[in-house]
């Protein structure tokens, strides 16, 4: 099986999509879903009940990907767990075999959010980011995991001599990779990467776009309101409104944002993300050009 880390190495656009779980996701639903993108993507990314929508473990997703020979991206966040329930999922996903994680803080539950859970926050991102990088320094275990670790950043049109520290201090506890929230304004990542390009980062962290198939003008501005930091430019949505099938004209957008990053220096991949339709994500990755099947 070959690993996210292996294809960030050796190709020069690198693809990822997002597995799409919820409360009644089962082992046969996983495998549906992973074969329709297998093929064309690297690895297969595991959410962490984002957005407090309660779903299958993660880590027990994360193992049915890999008995399916799919190497699975790992999110773990510290919203919902303390050290001790951290330390022990990177202990478990190193035993089953996981080599790529997200690493991220996570985000705070709304004030009206219907439930009241409790949120933990023992630990911030970077402390969770060294406990991982620290696990494969451990001389007393013989098969101390290695393990190629990301986190989230998000994209923005930076001032002038803007300096990434928070980007900086993440690589310096052990990052790997960065990856931004969805974004489907190209000149904006431009200018944001460039300024990575600037601050020399790109010698030592791979940046991965988040985009998506959307399925409607209505979810694309759902999503630029209410999904952190979305950025979804209006031309794209009056394109969605004015589509006989906006289905398909998601598809096709997605199919150009893939096409136009990978000329955009410094952009490693992206990362392909579902809203309920597999299909639309394979479709887009075909319609690119960039992958219609494993090299």
């Given amino acids: 099986m070959n690993t996210f880390e292996e294809a960030i190495r050796t190709r020069d656009f690198t693809l990822s999509a997002e597995l799409k779980l919820d409360s009644r996701s089962t082992g046969a639903s996983?495998?549906?879903?992973?074969?329709?993108?297998?093929?064309?993507?690297?690895?297969?990314?595991?959410t962490d009940n984002p957005g407090g929508r309660v779903h299958m473990s993660p880590l027990v997703a994360a193992g049915i990907l890999l008995d399916l020979g799919i190497d699975p991206i790992l999110h773990m966040t510290c919203r919902d767990r303390n050290r001790i329930a951290l330390h022990s999922d990177l202990l478990g996903a190193a035993a089953l075999g996981v080599t790529s994680l997200l690493l991220m803080r996570g985000q705070k539950f709304p004030a009206d959010f219907p439930s009241k859970p409790a949120t933990v926050y023992d630990w911030g991102a970077r402390k969770l980011i060294s406990a991982a990088r620290a696990l494969h320094s451990d001389a007393d275990n013989v098969?101390?995991?290695?393990?190629?670790?990301?986190?989230?950043?998000?994209?923005?049109?930076?001032?002038?001599?803007?300096?990434?520290?928070?980007?900086?201090?993440?690589?310096?506890?052990?990052?790997?990779?960065?990856?931004?929230?969805?974004?489907?304004?190209?000149?904006?990542?431009?200018?944001?990467?460039?300024?990575?390009?600037?601050?020399?980062?790109?010698?030592?962290?791979?940046?991965?776009?988040?985009?998506?198939?959307?399925?409607?003008?209505?979810?694309?501005?759902?999503?630029?309101?209410?999904?952190?930091?979305?950025?979804?430019?209006?031309?794209?949505?009056?394109?969605?409104?004015?589509a006989k099938n906006p289905g398909n004209e998601g598809v096709e957008i997605c199919a150009e944002m893939l096409q136009q990053l990978t000329d955009v220096p410094g952009v490693s991949g992206a990362n392909l993300v579902s809203f309920g339709d597999t299909e639309s994500v394979a479709r887009s990755i075909e319609m690119s050009g960039l992958r219609a099947q494993r090299d």
């Fill in 30 to 46: 996983i495998a549906k879903q992973a074969q329709i993108v297998q093929s064309r993507v690297d690895a297969i990314q595991v």
């Fill in 143 to 242: 098969n101390a995991p290695h393990f190629f670790i990301g986190s989230i950043a998000t994209a923005f049109n930076p001032t002038r001599g803007w300096q990434p520290g928070k980007i900086a201090t993440k690589a310096d506890a052990g990052v790997k990779f960065i990856q931004t929230q969805l974004c489907f304004d190209i000149d904006l990542i431009k200018r944001y990467v460039a300024g990575l390009v600037d601050a020399k980062l790109l010698e030592r962290v791979n940046v991965i776009i988040s985009i998506a198939p959307i399925p409607s003008a209505d979810i694309g501005e759902w999503l630029a309101s209410n999904l952190r930091a979305t950025v979804v430019p209006d031309d794209i949505i009056k394109r969605l409104r004015q």
